[in-house]
């Protein structure tokens, strides 16, 4: 029992190790030649531009949702004036980073984990290995770096949109008052609520490319190897972008 | 013992010559690897002599793959030594690994052609990314090499519309591309048909002739392989247990060999837990 014990902790620990120093080398190769920015602009194209739609979507949507709630719980209280304050804030804070990665992670993180995945199933990783050329730099460093430049842009633009949608139902269907909206939002942001949002999409980009690529990078070469990386991807990066939300908001209050 | 002499090794790799020949393009002493509880190889020492078409052969979970994967440098023994072309590779560093792997070209099993490319593209890659070719000087390179598989003007196809047999070629024009000493060859005809297999044997002997390598072949395809091989090495519970050319090996009057040709391997051969 103990020896099992033991075994299992060594173990937990190795994998927690190479976890780590995946990342360390992924960040390294993105600083060292040979520098290729076709990958990074590829991997931008996908990451990013991609996934525009599904994120003008859910932010919308998101914005909408707020705006129903946010003026019906505001006119209570008799302050439906401030709901533009309160759905900016909202989405800039919480959910726009949170959300906009989640479902980033859903949609381009699963297809990287598959498309890793598969490659490692097929021997294409040990190809580029034994033609001399780091799997690590050609294949995870552009997608972090796309993780970390396209997921600040995708969120800054959920955050707009869902900013839209709520005005869109609170003024336009609930009769808030239309220019209380948008001046609420400029007397009552700061710069630090913007920039909390940026660190946390900043966070989010690396932990959703890391997370996915590491986990399509180790498949196991079988049947269900890719199924069950796809699979472990999207739940372990969204579960550490909740906990690191947390940490960060902890942090950047 | 001479090499042209055949290794009878009967599970003792010490018996064979330890001295380094020249003659060699690849040299292993006593590699040893263990994966948990299972010794995969137990003293593999084996030469393959440079010009040469060696192909290793063997059972289920022998080692055979396991070897090839040692010797293409995906992975590390935990013991014994590894001479490709006059460097000793086991104690090397990442940028050192690098430079060997610059001399050889490695067909797999499954091809291993980037699905997201085209037959152009794939072929091309080794020189786009390891070589400071103009587009036109590679571009000339990749025909001359697709028209030496018989692939000739089916550049602009991808991989997934080829069939098996044309993506085994496609892959063996990108090993070849960069003109490597060595060849590596893991089971290059799983998965073909009689006929496609026959094809791809021609090809290997052709290529081989032709660019002058010295050619390292695992393959389960027993007696057809022997047809295009000028040596044998037979692994058997992770050791060489014979080594020679093919006539050598043919004529050797081995008990567990002969079962192995006649497809009769011992149940333990069987039950050996890992692929190799």
């Known amino acids: 029992m103990a020896e099992r014990l033991g075994a299992l902790v060594i173990d937990s620990v190795v994998q927690l190790g190479a976890f780590v120093l995946f990342l360390v080398s992924a960040a390294f190769y993105v600083f060292f030649p040979p520098f290729k920015p076709r990958l990074w602009i590829r991997q931008i194209r996908i990451i990013g531009a991609d996934s525009l739609f599904l994120i003008i979507l859910i932010g919308g949507f998101t914005g909408m949702v707020l705006g129903l709630q946010g003026y019906n719980t505001l006119r209570r209280f008799g302050s439906d004036g401030a709901l533009g304050t309160v759905v900016a804030l909202v989405l800039v804070r919480e959910l726009g980073p949170v959300l906009a990665a989640l479902m980033i992670a859903a949609r381009a993180g699963s297809a990287m984990a598959a498309e890793l995945g598969a490659m490692q199933s097929t021997e294409q990783i040990d190809a580029l290995t034994v033609m001399a050329i780091n799997p690590v730099q050609y294949l995870v460093s552009p997608r972090v770096l796309a993780g970390v430049i396209s997921f600040p842009l995708l969120i800054s633009v959920f955050d707009v949109v869902g900013i839209f949608g709520g005005y869109m139902i609170g003024v336009g269907l609930m009769g808030a008052p239309s220019a209380a909206y948008f001046n609420g939002i400029a007397d009552n942001m700061e710069w630090h609520d913007v920039m909390t949002g940026i660190y946390k999409a900043l966070v989010f980009g690396v932990v959703v490319t890391w997370v996915c690529c590491y986990k399509g990078y180790r498949a196991e070469r079988m049947a269900t190897g890719v199924s069950r990386a796809t699979t472990e991807a999207v739940v372990l990066s969204s579960a550490l972008i909740l906990a690191f939300d947390y940490f960060l908001t902890s942090i950047l209050l | ?276």
């Open chain 2, 1 to 276: 013992m001479s090499q042209t002499e055949i290794n009878h090794n009967g599970g003792d790799a010490k018996n064979i010559r330890n001295a380094a020949s020249a003659g060699n393009a690849i040299e292993v002493r006593d590699l040893r690897k263990r994966f948990g509880r299972q010794q995969v190889l137990d003293g593999v020492t084996l030469d393959f002599p440079a010009g040469q078409i060696t192909t290793i052969v063997g059972p289920s979970g022998s080692g055979k793959t396991v070897l090839l994967k040692h010797l293409n440098l995906l992975m590390r023994p935990d013991s014994g030594t590894i001479v490709i072309d006059n460097v000793e590779v086991t104690k090397l560093g990442a940028t050192g690994l690098d430079a060997v792997r610059e001399k050889f070209g490695v067909l797999f099993q499954a091809g291993a052609l980037f699905d997201s490319m085209s037959i152009f593209d794939n072929v091309a890659f080794p020189l786009v990314e390891k070589t400071r070719l103009t587009r036109a000087e590679i571009a000339e390179r990749v025909h001359e090499t697709l028209k030496a598989v018989g692939l000739e003007g089916m550049g602009a196809k991808f991989p997934s519309e080829m069939s098996g047999g044309m993506q085994k070629r496609a892959a063996l024009a990108r090993a070849l591309v960069r003109r490597p000493k060595i060849l590596m060859l893991d089971e290059p005809t799983t998965g073909l048909d009689p006929s496609r297999t026959g094809a791809i044997h021609e090809l290997i002997r052709r290529t081989q002739e032709n660019f002058k390598l010295t050619a390292v072949m695992v393959s389960h395809d027993v007696p057809a392989v022997f047809q295009v091989s000028d040596r044998v090495a037979f692994l058997h519970n992770g050791r060489t247990h014979l080594n020679g050319t093919v006539a050598q090996v043919m004529a050797a009057d081995d008990e567990v060999f002969k079962r192995f040709l006649a497809g009769k391997a011992s149940g333990e051969e069987n039950e050996t837990a890992l692929a190799g």
